[in-house]
Protein backbone atom coordinates (compact mmCIF):
# COMPACT_ATOMS: atom_id res chain seq x y z
CA UNK A 1 0.00 0.00 0.00
CA UNK A 2 1.12 3.35 -1.07
CA UNK A 3 2.02 5.80 1.78
CA UNK A 4 -0.73 8.44 1.15
CA UNK A 5 0.54 10.97 3.75
CA UNK A 6 3.60 11.42 1.74
CA UNK A 7 1.52 12.64 -0.70
CA UNK A 8 -0.04 15.67 0.74
CA UNK A 9 1.77 18.17 -1.42
CA UNK A 10 1.61 20.96 0.91
CA UNK A 11 4.34 19.19 3.05
CA UNK A 12 3.55 20.58 7.45
CA UNK A 13 5.25 23.49 7.12
CA UNK A 14 4.82 27.34 8.30
CA UNK A 15 2.08 29.31 6.55
CA UNK A 16 2.97 32.30 7.88
CA UNK A 17 1.03 35.39 7.53
CA UNK A 18 2.73 38.93 7.75
CA UNK A 19 1.63 40.96 5.11
CA UNK A 20 2.57 44.07 4.17
CA UNK A 21 -0.66 45.68 4.78
CA UNK A 22 -0.82 44.28 8.35
CA UNK A 23 2.53 45.99 8.53
CA UNK A 24 1.26 49.52 7.55
CA UNK A 25 -1.53 49.23 9.72
CA UNK A 26 0.65 48.67 12.69
CA UNK A 27 2.39 51.93 11.60
CA UNK A 28 -0.47 53.92 10.48
CA UNK A 29 -2.00 53.06 14.41
CA UNK A 30 1.39 54.16 15.96
CA UNK A 31 1.23 57.23 14.65
CA UNK A 32 -1.89 57.79 16.93
CA UNK A 33 -0.21 56.91 19.69
CA UNK A 34 2.12 58.50 22.51
CA UNK A 35 5.60 59.02 21.19
CA UNK A 36 7.12 55.96 22.50
CA UNK A 37 4.95 53.81 20.43
CA UNK A 38 5.53 55.85 17.23
CA UNK A 39 9.65 55.11 18.13
CA UNK A 40 8.07 51.03 18.20
CA UNK A 41 6.93 51.64 15.09
CA UNK A 42 9.95 53.47 13.60
CA UNK A 43 12.07 50.00 15.03
CA UNK A 44 9.82 47.93 13.50
CA UNK A 45 10.37 49.66 9.88
CA UNK A 46 14.18 49.76 10.39
CA UNK A 47 13.83 46.04 11.33
CA UNK A 48 12.20 45.45 8.35
CA UNK A 49 14.62 47.19 6.10
CA UNK A 50 17.28 44.87 7.97
CA UNK A 51 15.65 41.67 6.70
CA UNK A 52 15.43 42.88 3.42
CA UNK A 53 19.01 43.43 2.70
CA UNK A 54 19.95 40.29 4.61
CA UNK A 55 20.64 41.15 8.04
CA UNK A 56 18.95 39.31 10.21
CA UNK A 57 20.66 39.36 13.23
CA UNK A 58 20.30 43.52 13.33
CA UNK A 59 16.74 42.72 12.16
CA UNK A 60 16.43 41.01 15.25
CA UNK A 61 17.54 43.22 17.36
CA UNK A 62 15.39 45.83 15.93
CA UNK A 63 12.15 43.91 16.42
CA UNK A 64 13.40 43.10 20.10
CA UNK A 65 13.46 46.72 20.71
CA UNK A 66 9.94 47.50 19.38
CA UNK A 67 9.30 44.79 22.02
CA UNK A 68 10.58 46.46 25.02
CA UNK A 69 8.76 49.46 24.13
CA UNK A 70 5.73 47.70 22.95
CA UNK A 71 4.93 44.17 24.27
CA UNK A 72 1.71 43.89 22.77
CA UNK A 73 3.39 44.98 18.71
CA UNK A 74 1.73 41.83 17.02
CA UNK A 75 4.28 42.61 13.86
CA UNK A 76 7.23 42.61 15.87
CA UNK A 77 6.28 39.28 17.50
CA UNK A 78 5.66 37.86 14.05
CA UNK A 79 8.87 38.85 12.99
CA UNK A 80 10.76 37.55 15.35
CA UNK A 81 9.14 33.86 15.64
CA UNK A 82 10.10 34.16 11.47
CA UNK A 83 13.25 34.40 12.55
CA UNK A 84 13.30 32.14 14.85
CA UNK A 85 11.71 29.24 12.99
CA UNK A 86 13.78 29.86 10.02
CA UNK A 87 17.04 29.21 13.06
CA UNK A 88 15.78 26.26 13.74
CA UNK A 89 14.63 27.30 17.62
CA UNK A 90 11.29 26.08 17.12
CA UNK A 91 10.51 26.55 20.99
CA UNK A 92 11.79 29.88 21.00
CA UNK A 93 9.15 30.44 17.93
CA UNK A 94 6.40 28.92 19.60
CA UNK A 95 7.26 31.10 22.37
CA UNK A 96 7.03 34.43 20.38
CA UNK A 97 3.52 33.04 18.70
CA UNK A 98 2.10 32.00 21.54
CA UNK A 99 2.68 35.38 22.92
CA UNK A 100 1.41 37.37 19.44
CA UNK A 101 -2.20 35.38 20.50
CA UNK A 102 -2.46 35.85 24.08
CA UNK A 103 -1.29 40.20 22.56
CA UNK A 104 -4.11 40.49 19.86
CA UNK A 105 -6.70 37.04 20.53
CA UNK A 106 -8.89 38.75 17.62
CA UNK A 107 -6.18 38.62 14.96
CA UNK A 108 -7.01 35.47 12.65
CA UNK A 109 -3.28 36.10 11.83
CA UNK A 110 -1.44 35.45 15.04
CA UNK A 111 -3.92 32.35 15.34
CA UNK A 112 -2.83 30.60 12.15
CA UNK A 113 0.90 30.96 12.56
CA UNK A 114 0.28 29.85 16.23
CA UNK A 115 -1.22 26.38 14.61
CA UNK A 116 1.77 26.17 12.30
CA UNK A 117 4.36 26.52 14.51
CA UNK A 118 2.56 23.66 17.10
CA UNK A 119 2.06 21.27 13.93
CA UNK A 120 5.74 21.90 13.16
CA UNK A 121 6.26 20.47 16.62
CA UNK A 122 3.51 17.65 16.25
CA UNK A 123 1.36 19.01 18.95
CA UNK A 124 -1.52 18.12 16.50
CA UNK A 125 -4.73 18.84 18.47
CA UNK A 126 -3.33 21.98 19.34
CA UNK A 127 -2.28 22.89 16.22
CA UNK A 128 -6.06 22.34 15.04
CA UNK A 129 -7.43 24.41 17.46
CA UNK A 130 -5.83 27.19 16.68
CA UNK A 131 -6.31 27.16 13.10
CA UNK A 132 -9.95 26.41 13.81
CA UNK A 133 -9.74 29.77 15.52
CA UNK A 134 -8.07 31.85 13.21
CA UNK A 135 -11.22 30.42 10.64
CA UNK A 136 -13.56 31.50 12.52
CA UNK A 137 -12.31 35.27 12.68
CA UNK A 138 -11.42 35.10 9.31
CA UNK A 139 -12.64 32.04 6.75
CA UNK A 140 -10.92 33.17 3.98
CA UNK A 141 -7.73 31.99 4.72
CA UNK A 142 -6.42 29.75 1.94
CA UNK A 143 -2.96 29.02 4.17
CA UNK A 144 -5.48 28.33 7.39
CA UNK A 145 -7.79 25.99 5.42
CA UNK A 146 -4.77 23.57 3.88
CA UNK A 147 -2.86 23.32 7.36
CA UNK A 148 -5.60 22.41 8.83
CA UNK A 149 -6.65 19.88 6.23
CA UNK A 150 -3.48 18.60 6.47
CA UNK A 151 -4.61 17.82 10.05
CA UNK A 152 -7.65 15.90 9.18
CA UNK A 153 -6.07 13.83 6.50
CA UNK A 154 -3.42 12.64 8.78
CA UNK A 155 -6.13 11.15 10.76
CA UNK A 156 -6.57 8.31 8.13
CA UNK A 157 -10.49 7.48 8.86
CA UNK A 158 -13.29 8.12 6.21
CA UNK A 159 -14.54 11.18 8.50
CA UNK A 160 -11.00 12.84 8.53
CA UNK A 161 -10.57 12.69 4.49
CA UNK A 162 -14.04 14.24 4.00
CA UNK A 163 -13.25 16.80 6.14
CA UNK A 164 -9.82 17.44 4.97
CA UNK A 165 -11.24 17.26 1.22
CA UNK A 166 -14.24 20.55 2.13
CA UNK A 167 -11.56 22.09 3.69
CA UNK A 168 -9.04 21.55 0.56
CA UNK A 169 -11.82 22.38 -1.88
CA UNK A 170 -12.44 25.99 0.14
CA UNK A 171 -8.68 26.77 -0.09
CA UNK A 172 -8.71 26.17 -3.44
CA UNK A 173 -12.06 28.07 -4.42
CA UNK A 174 -9.89 31.17 -2.62
CA UNK A 175 -6.41 30.52 -4.64
CA UNK A 176 -6.43 28.03 -7.10
CA UNK A 177 -2.89 26.21 -7.24
CA UNK A 178 -1.73 22.53 -8.06
CA UNK A 179 -0.62 21.60 -4.74
CA UNK A 180 -4.05 21.90 -3.28
CA UNK A 181 -5.30 19.89 -6.64
CA UNK A 182 -2.82 17.19 -6.31
CA UNK A 183 -3.78 17.19 -2.15
CA UNK A 184 -7.39 16.76 -3.37
CA UNK A 185 -6.29 13.65 -6.21
CA UNK A 186 -4.45 11.94 -3.15
CA UNK A 187 -7.69 11.95 -0.79
CA UNK A 188 -10.47 10.93 -3.28
CA UNK A 189 -7.45 8.06 -3.99
CA UNK A 190 -7.41 7.32 -0.17
CA UNK A 191 -11.05 7.10 -0.06
CA UNK A 192 -11.26 4.92 -3.12
CA UNK A 193 -13.17 6.90 -5.46
CA UNK A 194 -11.30 6.68 -9.17
CA UNK A 195 -14.40 8.93 -10.57
CA UNK A 196 -13.55 11.58 -8.25
CA UNK A 197 -9.86 11.12 -8.56
CA UNK A 198 -10.09 10.98 -12.61
CA UNK A 199 -11.88 14.48 -12.12
CA UNK A 200 -9.74 15.65 -9.77
CA UNK A 201 -6.88 14.48 -11.60
CA UNK A 202 -7.55 16.61 -14.72
CA UNK A 203 -8.11 19.92 -12.73
CA UNK A 204 -4.45 19.05 -11.06
CA UNK A 205 -3.00 18.70 -14.80
CA UNK A 206 -4.38 21.71 -15.91
CA UNK A 207 -2.54 23.72 -13.59
CA UNK A 208 0.88 21.48 -13.60
CA UNK A 209 2.49 24.42 -15.83
CA UNK A 210 2.26 26.70 -13.16
CA UNK A 211 3.25 24.09 -10.58
CA UNK A 212 5.88 24.54 -8.16
CA UNK A 213 8.89 22.35 -8.32
CA UNK A 214 7.46 20.64 -4.96
CA UNK A 215 4.61 18.89 -7.20
CA UNK A 216 6.59 18.63 -10.78
CA UNK A 217 9.67 17.25 -9.39
CA UNK A 218 10.43 13.60 -10.90
CA UNK A 219 9.65 12.30 -7.33
CA UNK A 220 6.67 13.76 -7.00
CA UNK A 221 5.18 12.43 -9.97
CA UNK A 222 6.54 9.35 -9.74
CA UNK A 223 4.75 9.09 -5.84
CA UNK A 224 1.40 10.36 -7.54
CA UNK A 225 1.90 8.02 -10.70
CA UNK A 226 2.31 5.21 -8.24
CA UNK A 227 -0.69 5.51 -6.40
CA UNK A 228 -2.79 5.67 -9.37
CA UNK A 229 -1.45 2.78 -10.68
CA UNK A 230 -2.11 1.17 -7.72
CA UNK A 231 -5.79 2.10 -7.97
CA UNK A 232 -5.87 0.97 -11.67
CA UNK A 233 -6.37 4.68 -13.01
CA UNK A 234 -3.26 3.12 -15.73
CA UNK A 235 -3.89 6.73 -18.34
CA UNK A 236 -3.12 9.25 -14.97
CA UNK A 237 -0.41 7.15 -13.56
CA UNK A 238 1.20 7.04 -17.54
CA UNK A 239 1.03 10.63 -17.28
CA UNK A 240 2.62 11.53 -13.79
CA UNK A 241 5.53 8.13 -14.58
CA UNK A 242 5.75 9.45 -18.01
CA UNK A 243 6.95 13.26 -16.92
CA UNK A 244 8.89 11.25 -13.97
CA UNK A 245 10.68 9.06 -16.39
CA UNK A 246 11.96 11.93 -18.57
CA UNK A 247 13.39 14.33 -16.34
CA UNK A 248 15.06 11.45 -14.43
CA UNK A 249 15.89 8.47 -17.61
CA UNK A 250 17.83 6.08 -15.32
CA UNK A 251 15.53 5.55 -12.30
CA UNK A 252 14.30 1.88 -12.32
CA UNK A 253 11.72 1.58 -10.65
CA UNK A 254 9.68 4.43 -12.38
CA UNK A 255 10.78 3.01 -15.64
CA UNK A 256 8.87 -0.49 -14.55
CA UNK A 257 5.96 1.48 -13.07
CA UNK A 258 5.42 3.34 -16.52
CA UNK A 259 5.45 -0.27 -18.35
CA UNK A 260 3.11 -1.66 -15.98
CA UNK A 261 0.78 1.37 -16.57
CA UNK A 262 1.01 0.73 -20.26
CA UNK A 263 0.19 -2.91 -19.48
CA UNK A 264 -2.66 -1.85 -17.22
CA UNK A 265 -3.93 -0.27 -20.43
CA UNK A 266 -3.78 -3.18 -22.46
CA UNK A 267 -1.27 -1.51 -24.97
CA UNK A 268 1.93 -3.91 -24.83
CA UNK A 269 3.37 -1.80 -27.51
CA UNK A 270 4.12 1.29 -25.31
CA UNK A 271 5.09 -0.95 -22.65
CA UNK A 272 7.55 -2.50 -24.35
CA UNK A 273 8.88 1.02 -26.19
CA UNK A 274 9.26 1.88 -23.02
CA UNK A 275 11.76 -0.88 -21.47
CA UNK A 276 13.46 -1.23 -24.86
CA UNK A 277 13.89 2.31 -25.03
CA UNK A 278 15.57 1.96 -21.22
CA UNK A 279 18.16 -0.47 -22.59
CA UNK A 280 18.71 1.41 -25.39
CA UNK A 281 19.99 4.17 -22.90
CA UNK A 282 22.25 1.30 -21.24
CA UNK A 283 19.73 1.12 -18.36
CA UNK A 284 21.54 -2.12 -17.55
CA UNK A 285 19.11 -3.83 -14.58
CA UNK A 286 17.83 -6.95 -14.35
CA UNK A 287 14.58 -6.10 -13.17
CA UNK A 288 14.45 -4.06 -16.62
CA UNK A 289 15.35 -7.24 -18.59
CA UNK A 290 12.76 -9.10 -16.75
CA UNK A 291 9.79 -7.11 -17.40
CA UNK A 292 10.58 -6.93 -20.99
CA UNK A 293 10.78 -10.28 -21.21
CA UNK A 294 7.46 -10.89 -19.49
CA UNK A 295 5.85 -8.10 -21.97
CA UNK A 296 7.04 -10.18 -25.07
CA UNK A 297 5.63 -13.11 -23.74
CA UNK A 298 2.27 -11.59 -23.19
CA UNK A 299 2.70 -9.95 -27.06
CA UNK A 300 2.84 -13.30 -28.50
CA UNK A 301 6.74 -13.00 -29.00
CA UNK A 302 8.35 -15.71 -26.49
CA UNK A 303 11.56 -16.20 -28.76
CA UNK A 304 12.29 -11.91 -27.74
CA UNK A 305 11.34 -12.67 -24.08
CA UNK A 306 13.91 -16.16 -24.14
CA UNK A 307 17.07 -13.81 -24.26
CA UNK A 308 15.70 -10.68 -22.69
CA UNK A 309 15.16 -13.15 -19.29
CA UNK A 310 18.46 -14.57 -20.05
CA UNK A 311 19.93 -11.25 -19.54
CA UNK A 312 18.07 -10.99 -16.52
CA UNK A 313 19.84 -13.56 -14.87
CA UNK A 314 23.47 -12.67 -15.99
CA UNK A 315 22.73 -9.26 -14.22
CA UNK A 316 21.35 -11.42 -11.36
CA UNK A 317 21.81 -14.76 -11.15
CA UNK A 318 21.24 -15.05 -7.52
CA UNK A 319 17.55 -15.01 -8.48
CA UNK A 320 15.58 -17.57 -8.04
CA UNK A 321 12.34 -16.05 -9.56
CA UNK A 322 14.91 -15.09 -12.54
CA UNK A 323 15.31 -18.88 -13.04
CA UNK A 324 11.75 -20.13 -12.91
CA UNK A 325 10.51 -18.04 -15.34
CA UNK A 326 13.11 -18.34 -17.56
CA UNK A 327 12.80 -22.19 -17.82
CA UNK A 328 8.82 -21.21 -18.29
CA UNK A 329 9.55 -19.42 -21.56
CA UNK A 330 11.74 -22.19 -22.58
CA UNK A 331 9.40 -24.45 -22.12
CA UNK A 332 6.56 -22.57 -23.29
CA UNK A 333 8.09 -22.02 -26.50
CA UNK A 334 8.93 -25.87 -27.15
CA UNK A 335 11.98 -26.02 -25.92
CA UNK A 336 11.85 -28.50 -22.43
CA UNK A 337 14.86 -30.47 -22.80
CA UNK A 338 16.92 -26.52 -23.04
CA UNK A 339 14.69 -25.67 -20.32
CA UNK A 340 16.01 -29.30 -18.06
CA UNK A 341 19.62 -27.82 -18.65
CA UNK A 342 19.09 -24.71 -17.44
CA UNK A 343 17.10 -26.33 -14.11
CA UNK A 344 19.71 -28.53 -13.30
CA UNK A 345 22.29 -25.76 -13.08
CA UNK A 346 19.64 -23.36 -11.80
CA UNK A 347 18.65 -26.17 -9.16
CA UNK A 348 22.68 -26.41 -8.19
CA UNK A 349 22.40 -22.89 -6.97
CA UNK A 350 18.64 -23.49 -5.33
CA UNK A 351 18.62 -27.03 -4.72
CA UNK A 352 15.69 -27.29 -2.43
CA UNK A 353 13.74 -24.21 -4.44
CA UNK A 354 9.99 -25.99 -4.58
CA UNK A 355 8.95 -23.93 -7.42
CA UNK A 356 12.27 -24.96 -9.45
CA UNK A 357 11.73 -28.13 -8.80
CA UNK A 358 8.01 -27.37 -10.54
CA UNK A 359 9.63 -25.91 -13.63
CA UNK A 360 11.60 -29.22 -13.66
CA UNK A 361 8.68 -31.45 -13.65
CA UNK A 362 6.64 -28.74 -16.57
CA UNK A 363 9.30 -29.03 -18.65
CA UNK A 364 9.67 -32.93 -18.07
CA UNK A 365 5.47 -33.18 -18.39
CA UNK A 366 5.97 -30.89 -21.64
CA UNK A 367 8.70 -33.53 -22.90
CA UNK A 368 6.31 -36.60 -22.54
CA UNK A 369 9.05 -37.64 -19.74
CA UNK A 370 6.32 -38.69 -16.89
CA UNK A 371 8.01 -40.70 -15.23
CA UNK A 372 10.75 -38.00 -14.53
CA UNK A 373 8.10 -34.78 -14.05
CA UNK A 374 6.32 -37.34 -11.03
CA UNK A 375 9.65 -37.43 -9.19
CA UNK A 376 10.10 -34.02 -9.86
CA UNK A 377 6.66 -33.14 -8.90
CA UNK A 378 6.47 -35.07 -5.90
CA UNK A 379 10.06 -33.64 -4.60
CA UNK A 380 8.64 -30.22 -5.03
CA UNK A 381 5.30 -30.88 -3.13
CA UNK A 382 7.86 -32.81 -0.49
CA UNK A 383 9.82 -29.24 -0.25
CA UNK A 384 6.14 -27.13 0.12
CA UNK A 385 3.25 -29.10 0.78
CA UNK A 386 1.47 -26.20 -0.22
CA UNK A 387 2.46 -26.12 -3.93
CA UNK A 388 -0.62 -27.11 -5.06
CA UNK A 389 0.26 -26.68 -9.29
CA UNK A 390 2.39 -29.89 -8.59
CA UNK A 391 -0.25 -31.80 -6.61
CA UNK A 392 -2.25 -30.92 -9.84
CA UNK A 393 0.13 -32.22 -12.53
CA UNK A 394 1.00 -35.04 -10.57
CA UNK A 395 -3.67 -35.54 -10.65
CA UNK A 396 -3.45 -35.00 -14.27
CA UNK A 397 -0.42 -37.27 -15.31
CA UNK A 398 -2.38 -39.93 -13.20
CA UNK A 399 -5.56 -39.75 -15.29
CA UNK A 400 -3.75 -40.01 -18.24
CA UNK A 401 -2.36 -43.25 -16.66
CA UNK A 402 -6.00 -44.39 -15.77
CA UNK A 403 -5.32 -43.80 -12.39
CA UNK A 404 -8.77 -42.25 -11.23
CA UNK A 405 -8.54 -42.70 -7.62
CA UNK A 406 -5.14 -41.53 -7.58
CA UNK A 407 -6.13 -38.53 -9.42
CA UNK A 408 -9.15 -37.24 -7.25
CA UNK A 409 -6.81 -38.02 -4.07
CA UNK A 410 -4.20 -35.53 -5.69
CA UNK A 411 -6.42 -32.99 -6.59
CA UNK A 412 -7.91 -32.86 -3.41
CA UNK A 413 -4.56 -32.21 -1.76
CA UNK A 414 -4.66 -29.42 -4.20
CA UNK A 415 -7.62 -27.57 -3.18
CA UNK A 416 -6.75 -28.12 0.44
CA UNK A 417 -4.14 -25.87 -0.59
CA UNK A 418 -5.74 -23.47 -2.81
CA UNK A 419 -9.60 -23.58 -2.44
CA UNK A 420 -10.02 -20.40 -4.58
CA UNK A 421 -8.48 -21.97 -7.79
CA UNK A 422 -11.37 -22.42 -10.46
CA UNK A 423 -9.00 -24.76 -12.72
CA UNK A 424 -8.70 -27.03 -9.55
CA UNK A 425 -12.64 -27.49 -9.07
CA UNK A 426 -12.75 -28.37 -13.03
CA UNK A 427 -9.90 -30.69 -13.01
CA UNK A 428 -11.51 -32.70 -10.47
CA UNK A 429 -14.82 -32.50 -11.71
CA UNK A 430 -13.78 -34.07 -14.95
CA UNK A 431 -11.72 -37.01 -12.57
CA UNK A 432 -14.71 -37.56 -10.32
CA UNK A 433 -17.21 -38.17 -13.60
CA UNK A 434 -14.72 -40.64 -14.87
CA UNK A 435 -15.09 -42.94 -11.54
CA UNK A 436 -16.76 -46.01 -11.87
CA UNK A 437 -19.56 -45.34 -10.99
CA UNK A 438 -19.33 -41.55 -11.49
CA UNK A 439 -19.94 -39.10 -8.42
CA UNK A 440 -22.67 -37.09 -10.59
CA UNK A 441 -23.30 -34.87 -7.18
CA UNK A 442 -19.81 -33.91 -6.42
CA UNK A 443 -18.68 -33.46 -9.94
CA UNK A 444 -21.59 -30.86 -10.51
CA UNK A 445 -20.66 -29.57 -7.16
CA UNK A 446 -17.31 -28.54 -7.73
CA UNK A 447 -17.92 -27.59 -11.55
CA UNK A 448 -20.48 -24.70 -10.21
CA UNK A 449 -17.51 -23.85 -7.81
CA UNK A 450 -15.64 -23.42 -10.91
CA UNK A 451 -17.36 -21.01 -12.75
CA UNK A 452 -18.62 -19.12 -9.24
CA UNK A 453 -14.99 -18.40 -9.19
CA UNK A 454 -14.23 -17.70 -12.85
CA UNK A 455 -17.84 -17.45 -14.73
CA UNK A 456 -15.71 -16.69 -17.50
CA UNK A 457 -13.97 -20.05 -17.94
CA UNK A 458 -15.81 -21.10 -21.05
CA UNK A 459 -14.34 -25.00 -20.89
CA UNK A 460 -16.22 -25.30 -17.73
CA UNK A 461 -18.96 -24.25 -18.96
CA UNK A 462 -18.64 -26.98 -21.91
CA UNK A 463 -18.16 -29.29 -19.44
CA UNK A 464 -21.29 -28.36 -17.15
CA UNK A 465 -23.24 -28.43 -20.37
CA UNK A 466 -22.26 -32.27 -21.26
CA UNK A 467 -22.68 -32.83 -17.19
CA UNK A 468 -26.46 -32.37 -17.53
CA UNK A 469 -26.64 -34.08 -21.08
CA UNK A 470 -25.35 -36.98 -19.26
CA UNK A 471 -27.72 -36.75 -16.79
CA UNK A 472 -30.68 -36.09 -19.20
CA UNK A 473 -31.33 -32.56 -17.70
CA UNK A 474 -31.73 -31.64 -21.29
CA UNK A 475 -33.17 -28.00 -21.16
CA UNK A 476 -30.30 -27.37 -18.53
CA UNK A 477 -27.37 -28.66 -21.05
CA UNK A 478 -28.99 -26.13 -24.26
CA UNK A 479 -29.20 -23.20 -21.78
CA UNK A 480 -25.35 -23.88 -20.82
CA UNK A 481 -24.02 -24.81 -24.35
CA UNK A 482 -25.53 -22.12 -26.23
CA UNK A 483 -23.95 -19.72 -24.22
CA UNK A 484 -20.78 -21.57 -24.61
CA UNK A 485 -21.08 -20.83 -28.34
CA UNK A 486 -22.45 -17.55 -28.35
CA UNK A 487 -19.15 -16.40 -26.01
CA UNK A 488 -16.62 -18.54 -28.32
CA UNK A 489 -18.11 -19.28 -31.97
CA UNK A 490 -15.11 -21.68 -32.91
CA UNK A 491 -15.53 -24.48 -30.14
CA UNK A 492 -16.12 -27.11 -32.28
CA UNK A 493 -16.68 -29.59 -29.25
CA UNK A 494 -20.03 -27.64 -28.07
CA UNK A 495 -21.76 -27.54 -31.23
CA UNK A 496 -21.43 -31.42 -31.48
CA UNK A 497 -22.49 -31.64 -27.89
CA UNK A 498 -25.51 -29.25 -28.63
CA UNK A 499 -26.38 -31.17 -31.67
CA UNK A 500 -26.99 -34.06 -29.60
CA UNK A 501 -28.81 -32.19 -27.02
CA UNK A 502 -31.60 -30.67 -29.92
CA UNK A 503 -31.77 -34.06 -31.40
CA UNK A 504 -33.00 -35.38 -27.93
CA UNK A 505 -35.23 -32.36 -27.40
CA UNK A 506 -36.85 -32.93 -31.52
CA UNK A 507 -35.58 -29.73 -32.31
CA UNK A 508 -34.59 -31.20 -35.53
CA UNK A 509 -33.46 -28.09 -38.06
CA UNK A 510 -31.50 -26.92 -35.10
CA UNK A 511 -29.77 -29.96 -34.45
CA UNK A 512 -28.18 -30.32 -38.28
CA UNK A 513 -27.52 -26.77 -38.32
CA UNK A 514 -25.38 -27.61 -35.03
CA UNK A 515 -23.77 -30.11 -36.48
CA UNK A 516 -22.76 -28.52 -40.01
CA UNK A 517 -21.13 -25.84 -37.87
CA UNK A 518 -19.49 -28.88 -35.80
CA UNK A 519 -18.16 -30.60 -39.14
CA UNK A 520 -17.06 -26.84 -40.53
CA UNK A 521 -15.22 -26.82 -37.58
CA UNK A 522 -14.35 -29.93 -37.17
CA UNK A 523 -10.64 -30.38 -39.00
CA UNK A 524 -9.67 -27.35 -35.97
CA UNK A 525 -10.79 -29.73 -33.12
CA UNK A 526 -7.51 -31.51 -32.80
CA UNK A 527 -5.98 -28.10 -32.36
CA UNK A 528 -8.60 -26.79 -30.29
CA UNK A 529 -8.13 -29.85 -27.94
CA UNK A 530 -4.21 -29.75 -27.40
CA UNK A 531 -5.32 -25.54 -26.69
CA UNK A 532 -7.46 -26.84 -23.97
CA UNK A 533 -4.86 -28.49 -22.65
CA UNK A 534 -2.28 -25.68 -22.81
CA UNK A 535 -5.07 -23.62 -21.46
CA UNK A 536 -4.99 -25.27 -18.85
CA UNK A 537 -1.54 -25.95 -18.15
CA UNK A 538 -0.79 -21.81 -18.32
CA UNK A 539 -3.14 -21.67 -15.49
CA UNK A 540 -1.37 -23.59 -13.22
CA UNK A 541 2.01 -22.93 -14.11
CA UNK A 542 1.29 -19.02 -13.69
CA UNK A 543 3.25 -19.24 -10.14
CA UNK A 544 4.79 -15.89 -9.46
CA UNK A 545 7.39 -15.32 -6.65
Not at 324 to 343: C, E, G, H, S, W
Not at 499 to 509: I, T
Amino acid sequence: MFRMSRLVVKSVMLMLTLSCSFLLRAVEDSRQEPAEAKRAAVLLAEGTAALERGDSAEAKNLFRRALAIDPKNLAARTYLGILADGAGELAEAERQFAAAVAAIPSSPEAHNNYGAILLKLGRERQAAAEFEASLRLNPQQPGALVNLAQIRFARGTVEGLRAARELFERARALAPDAETARALVVVALRLHEPARATADYSVYSAGLGAAPASVTAPAARAELGAALLETGLFKEAAQELDAAVYADPSNVNDILLLARAYQGQKDLRAAGRVLESAVARKVEAAPVYAMLAEVYEANGHIENGIPAMHRAIQLNPKSEAYRFRYAMLLTDNKAPQAAVIRLQEALVEFPNSSKLWLAMGLAQFEDNKNEEAVKAFSHSVELDPELSPAFAYLGMISVDQGKIKDAVGYYQKALAADEHSAVLHYLISEALGKLTPPDNGSAEEHLKRALTLDSGFQHAHLALGKFYLRTNRLQDAAEELEGVVRADPKLAEAYYQLGRVYMRLKRKEDAQAAVAKFEQLSNAEKQHSENERREIQRRLADVRF
